[in-house]
Antibody
Framework: EVQLVESGGDLVQPGGSLRLSCAASGFTFRNYAMAWVRQAPGKGLEWVLGIGATGDNTYYADSVKGRFTISRDNSKDTLYLQMNSLRAEDTAVYYC????????WGQGTMVTVSS | AIQMTQSPSSLSAAVGDRVTITCRASQDIRNDLAWFQQKPGKAPKPLIYAASNLQSGVPSRFSGSGSGTDFALTIGSLQPEDFATYFCLQNHNYPFTFGPGTKVDF
């Protein structure tokens, strides 16, 4: 069974940093692109970042470019999201998603940016 | 970035109704479109990929159509568990972009 489990969400002050993780199991992680998608409270889905299967190619939404970094460790079957210079508008549930067609999602982890 | 629009933004329907939601891309995305269902407090559930292909385990009352810029998700006979919000996603060009969503309720 494919499973994606996010962790690392927390309450953080504006300007702070946070690292999210997404542990994958039930599929050959190294063969799939991955992505982070977020959802602010009461809002729709926002695509945030993507990464190719090998990690060589990364893609960013303009809203997070220069502040967020996506990476992966294929030896640990884990996807990461490093978030720096956090803003109130980054408050959201962050989901990781599998593949180009987003065929599996994690349960999400909540990030709250507030003083 | 490619902009995605959906219509309607919400609709009221009854069990057994046939429901169609449309999604439009700001430029040609071929058939690089996916649909998702989301219920409150839950992660999105994948329904359709490549515009018309059913994800594994999705009931056959769901179908997708379209190519280029205009797409549709149809629920053939609405069931109680289908009341939810539906989103489209273009995965043709990065940055990928979601539509704003369509809420289906009573």
């Amino acid at each position: 069974e494919v499973q994606l489990v996010e962790s690392g969400g927390d309450l953080v002050q504006p300007g702070g940093s946070l690292r999210l993780s997404c542990a994958a199991s039930g599929f050959t992680f190294r063969n799939y692109a991955m992505a982070w998608v977020r959802q602010a409270p009461g809002k729709g889905l926002e695509w945030v970042l993507g990464i190719g299967a090998t990690g060589d190619n990364t893609y960013y939404a303009d809203s997070v470019k220069g502040r967020f970094t996506i990476s992966r460790d294929n030896s640990k079957d884990t996807l990461y999201l490093q978030m720096n210079s956090l803003r109130a508008e980054d408050t959201a549930v962050y989901y990781c998603a599998k593949g180009t067609y987003y065929s599996a999602w994690g349960q999400g982890t909540m990030v709250t940016v507030s003083s | 970035a490619i902009q995605m629009t959906q219509s309607p933004s919400s609709l009221s329907a009854a069990v057994g109704d046939r429901v169609t939601i449309t999604c439009r891309a700001s430029q040609d995305i071929r058939n690089d479109l996916a649909w998702f269902q989301q219920k409150p407090g839950k992660a999105p559930k994948p329904l359709i990929y490549a515009a018309s292909n059913l994800q594994s385990g999705v009931p056959s009352r769901f179908s997708g159509s379209g190519s280029g810029t205009d797409f549709a998700l149809t629920i053939g006979s609405l069931q109680p568990e289908d009341f939810a919000t539906y989103f489209c996603l273009q995965n043709h060009n990065y940055p990928f972009t979601f539509g704003p969503g369509t809420k289906v309720d009573f």
